[in-house]
């Protein structure tokens, strides 16, 4: 069975087949478009046939058959917007003076039924993107075809089991120490494995930001090599703050969040240290670090790990009343401030917060934020407004976004380009985020 991608790549071949066979390469193009036949006598229908394909960057006219080609050539998307816009003046022109005689050969509503047959009217335009995350390492290229290409289930899990063999998955695997850790420690590397200078950050190559890369790879926690790795986690990795066992947390909310988060995704105990988090929640809904201090006042880089962990016990385990209302506070609390406002004075809390990071780390932006009320399945909620208004404003002419804000620190290699950057993670969490927001409110 193929998997959507591979429809689409079909799709255009057929379209240029059709073309070629009813010479639309000598028809007449305006301003660069391709004109349709004049068989397609729905007008609507044609309209929306000509101006997918002019958004989308999909050209038909000329094919440039001198050079021989035999694909249908694509620009550079104009934007999502642009899908949906009809060129002004175009309804009022009669639909014959922008056709000419040569395309009666064209018969029926052939070249109409081959976009339609497979859906792409709507998402066509899109599709130069999504090829560009698909040409990506595995731990991304499954989550496309799940997410954005909705491909068959046997086609995801596939792609999925790659993470673990091929790639950024199987080259943090291969990097795990003997004694179950990665760098010798647990939050931070071992002394003898990072003589690295504070103040280029802090190291991420310890065992909990390793994890935290292999949990947002989502490498299959059921496979085998993933089982052993947790499995020598569990049983050698402690935490540096008293040696406590790995999955039974510390101290820190911050820290704690996270290890329920990867705790429940592979598949260990985390329920005493989810008792710990909900008896440590702030009267303002949310959790601190710095409780332990006195600080009465939340933060919002602690909540947002607290909140993801929380999510995750709620559906792995259905969750307690108690854990529920606390999530739901916590959600209220970043609600309240507009997930990156000041409630007392409608300040912008942190300007970095507007910079969309990956990885996230312990850290806390906008984009974070909003990822997490997707993955809540959240309804639509004004509050929110402002946020999605940001995240809208970052996508670039050609629809992808860009890596901002990398946290600076000692990393087992590269996943990206580097900040100011075409950032594959950045479009892909981004285009879910929209999808999910544009789907709640139809």
Known sequence: MLDDSQEYLLLLNEVQR???????????????????PQCLTNFDSAVMVRHTLQSSGVQIDGMNRAAGSQHVRKRRCEGAAAATKITPGLRSRPFNEWCTNECD????????????????????SRMNVVEWLLD???????????????????????????????GWGARLLALQ?????????????????????????????STLPTLQL???????????PVRWTVALVRDHCRWEHAGQPFFAGEVEPCINGRTVTLGIYFGQDV?????????????????NCEAESGSVRSSFATTINV??????????????????????????????????????TGE????????FSFPVRWQYDVLRALDYFRSAGHGLDSRMDEAMDLLRSKRQPDGIWLLENTHPGKVHFALEDGDGRPSRWNTLRTLRVLRWYEESAT
């Open 271 to 287: 329920e005493a240290i989810v008792v710990r988090l909900l008896r440590e929640q702030l009267e303002d809904g949310g959790w």
């Open 18 to 36: 059709v073309c070629h066979e009813n010479s639309i390469d000598r028809w007449k193009a305006e301003a660069g478009t391709p004109d349709i």
């Open 307 to 344: 909140l993801e962990g929380l999510l995750a016990y709620e559906r792995a385990t259905g969750g307690s009343l108690e854990s529920i209302a606390a999530r739901r506070r916590g959600e209220e609390y970043l609600l309240e401030r507009k997930l990156f406002r000041r409630k007392s």
């Open 177 to 205: 120490d003997k004694d179950g850790q990665w760098a010798g420690g647990a939050c931070f590397p071992a002394p003898s494995n990072d003589q690295a200078d504070e103040t280029e950050g802090q190291p991420w190559t």
């Open 105 to 124: 050969g064209l018969t029926g509503l052939h070249l109409f039924n081959v976009l339609e047959r497979v859906g792409y009217l709507v998402r066509l």
């Open 214 to 224: 292999l949990y947002d790879f989502g490498i299959d926690p059921r496979s085998d």
């Open 348 to 355: 912008v809390v942190d300007p970095l917060w507007l910079q």
């Open 136 to 166: 990506s390492d595995p731990a991304i290229h499954w989550q496309v075809l799940r997410d954005l290409v909705h491909a068959p289930a046997e086609i995801i899990a596939a792609e999925r089991a790659r993470v673990a063999t091929e």
